[in-house]
C-alpha cells in the first residue's frame, strides 16, 4: 500500500470511490456520500433537499389523495393492478432512498395514508397483483414507511405480522401464485385470492425484497424469523432462483437504484446490516465481485435496469457498494 492509498473501510476495495462520488456533479450524490460515507456532521440535515429543484418537480404531479398518477396504462389484463399504487411505490423510492424526505414532510404523509388505504384487514397490501397476495410489493412498501419514520405505526406492525404469517416452511418467502404453479395473467382478473402452498421453496427474489423491510426496521432486523430468512438469501447467492421468474443466476448482476426486485448489491445491502460477516465464504465471494468489476476511477459500470432516466444511476449504485463495505469493514477505520 502506498502512502497516498485510502485507508479504512476504502482499503478494502480496489480504488477509493470517493473522488469519483464528490466531483459528479451531483449534489444530492455529494450530499450523500458526505453524509452517508465519510459522516461528515457539517453536511446539511435532510430538510435541505426539501426545497430543490428536482424534488419540487416530483411533489407538483402528486395527486390530492397522496398518491401518483400511472400515465401509461395499456389495454388488456394489467388494467386490473392497481396502477397508481405502483407510480407511488417507484416515486417514493426516489424520494426516500434519493432526496431522504421523510415524515416530517407533508407529502410523504399523505402518500403514507394513500398506502395505508390499499392495507386489506389481514394486514397486507394488496391491488398490485390484483386479488392476489404480493409479498413483495407489501414489503417494499414497508420498507419506504419504514425509512420514513413509521416504524412505530401499528399499521406497520400489523404488515410485519402478516409477513411472518405468510412465510414459506423453509423461512423466506415466494409469490403465492408461484408456489402453485399459477402464471401471471388471466389469474389477475379473478377474485378468488390463491393461498401459497407453503411446502414449497421460498424464492431469492420475494425473500431478498422482505428483508430489505426487517433489515431497515430496528427490532425486526434482530428477529430470529429474519435471520433464519436471511441465512436463506446468503446461501442463494449466485444462484438461479427456485421459481422461473428469476430461472438464471444473470439476475444477480442486473441492477436498480433505488432497489426494486433483489439484486447483488440489495441483497448486500441487506444482508450488511443483519450482521453477516466479511469472512463468510458466500460474503466474500460477493464482495470479491464488487472488487473486481470496479473501474480505476473508482466507480463501476453495470448493467442497470428501470433507470427512470437517471444519468447518474450508476455513481448511486457505487454509492450503494460503498456503503456496504463501509459496515462489512467497519474494523478498518
Not at 391491488?127 to 406497520?156: C, F, H, S
Not at 476511477?297 to 463495505?325: C, H, M, P, Y
Amino acid at each position: 500500500m502506498t502512502a497516498d492509498a485510502p485507508s479504512g473501510w476504502r482499503s478494502a476495495l480496489k480504488y477509493d470511490p470517493i473522488p469519483a462520488l464528490l466531483n459528479s456533479g451531483n449534489e444530492t450524490i455529494v450530499w450523500r456520500t458526505k453524509r452517508d460515507l465519510l459522516e461528515d456532521h457539517q453536511a446539511a440535515p435532510s430538510q435541505w433537499m426539501w426545497n430543490r429543484p428536482v424534488v419540487l418537480r416530483i411533489l407538483k404531479k402528486q395527486q390530492k389523495n397522496g398518491s401518483w398518477s400511472y400515465k401509461r396504462r395499456t389495454a388488456g389484463v394489467r388494467l386490473a393492478e392497481d396502477y397508481d399504487q405502483i407510480e407511488t411505490y417507484r416515486v417514493l423510492r426516489w424520494l426516500v432512498e434519493k432526496y431522504g424526505l421523510d415524515s416530517e414532510h407533508g407529502s410523504i404523509v399523505r402518500a403514507a395514508e394513500f398506502i395505508f388505504s390499499r392495507q386489506t384487514e389481514a394486514g397486507d397490501f394488496r391491488g398490485i397483483y390484483g386479488m392476489q397476495y404480493t409479498p413483495n410489493y407489501t414489503a417494499g412498501l414497508l420498507e419506504l414507511l419504514v425509512k420514513a419514520g413509521y416504524e412505530d405505526d401499528w399499521r406497520v406492525e400489523k404488515c410485519f405480522r402478516w409477513l411472518l404469517d405468510y412465510r414459506q416452511a423453509d423461512g423466506g418467502w415466494a409469490i403465492p401464485l408461484r408456489t402453485v404453479g399459477a402464471k401471471f395473467g388471466r389469474i389477475l382478473l379473478t377474485t378468488k385470492t390463491i393461498e401459497p402452498f407453503r411446502p414449497k421453496p421460498s424464492s431469492w427474489l420475494a425473500t431478498g425484497v422482505v428483508l430489505r423491510a426487517f433489515a431497515a426496521h430496528p427490532k425486526y432486523r434482530e428477529s430470529a424469523e429474519a435471520k433464519v430468512a436471511a441465512e436463506f438469501l446468503r446461501s442463494m447467492l449466485f444462484k438461479k432462483d427456485n421459481y422461473r421468474d428469476r430461472g438464471s443466476p444473470s439476475y444477480w448482476t442486473r441492477f436498480t437504484f433505488p432497489f426494486w426486485f433483489t439484486d447483488l448489491i440489495s441483497a448486500m445491502d441487506t444482508l450488511s446490516q443483519m450482521g453477516f460477516k466479511k469472512d463468510d465464504p458466500q460474503i466474500e465471494k460477493a464482495l470479491s465481485w464488487f472488487r473486481d468489476n470496479q473501474k480505476k476511477d473508482g466507480t463501476w459500470e453495470l448493467k442497470q435496469l428501470n433507470t427512470g432516466g437517471d444519468i447518474n444511476v450508476q455513481l448511486w449504485s457505487g454509492l450503494a457498494i460503498s456503503r456496504i463495505f463501509k459496515r462489512m469493514f467497519a474494523d478498518h477505520l
